[in-house]
């Protein structure tokens, strides 16, 4: 004969709290946590990010100063001596020997003519009465080169001028002054190799002779004449 068993309401109550507190003592232990997850994935850990972005302005860069000389800044106080002695190197044209300050009598019948114009501060090459060649030149300081009427009298590769131990390419002589030559040429080089007035073109720079840039008086050079008139005026 089957017997009900009665449970009274206080110890059905401490059978339950009995169970909740074995449930959750499992739970809290890692051990039986194991067992728990394999009903279901565990959280993917996360990283603390331990940087952050910072706004850093990038430096402006400062241009280096370039050094432009006004038109009116006077030039170098090292200028060429009025008609330097000179010595001959690998000449290829006899000189005429020193005398007055008059043109040589040299016969030309060509057609070419060299004007100089101090007031522009150029030159002028004419062949045939067309402007062939026009230049940037620099005269004598202080009204030094001579107004007049000459012709190329000497053509000497690079002349040498002692006074100021410099050497003038491309040598023109055109007069005399004082039983020395005057002349036209390039831009002297000093004994360590450095070229004078540069920069300076365009402007009184010399005490006498006519100063081109060294591929002008190249140029002039080569198209040169003995005899070839030249013309220097205001």
Known sequence: MNRLVRISPGVLFLLCMSAGLALFFMAASPANASLINIFGPSPTPTQ?????YANVPKPAST????????SDTPAPAVAEVPALEMEIVEQDAASTAPGSSAAPDL?????????????EQHMYV????????????????????????????????NAYGSTWNIWMPHWLGIYWSHGLEN?????????????????FLGRPVSYGCVVLGTYDAQVLYDWAELGTPVEIQW
């Open 48 to 52: 603390e990010n331990l940087w952050g």
């Open 63 to 70: 241009p280096t100063p370039i050094l432009v000389l006004p």
């Open 107 to 119: 016969s030309y019948t060509g057609s070419k003519y060299i004007l100089v114009d101090i007031s």
């Open 126 to 157: 004419y062949e045939g009465g067309a402007l062939v060649y026009s230049f940037v030149a620099s005269t004598g300081i202080g009204n030094s080169t001579r107004i007049g009427n000459f012709q190329v009298q000497s053509k000497i590769p």
């Open 183 to 199: 002349g036209i040429h390039a831009l002297p080089i000093l004994s360590n190799g450095a070229v004078l007035w540069a920069g």
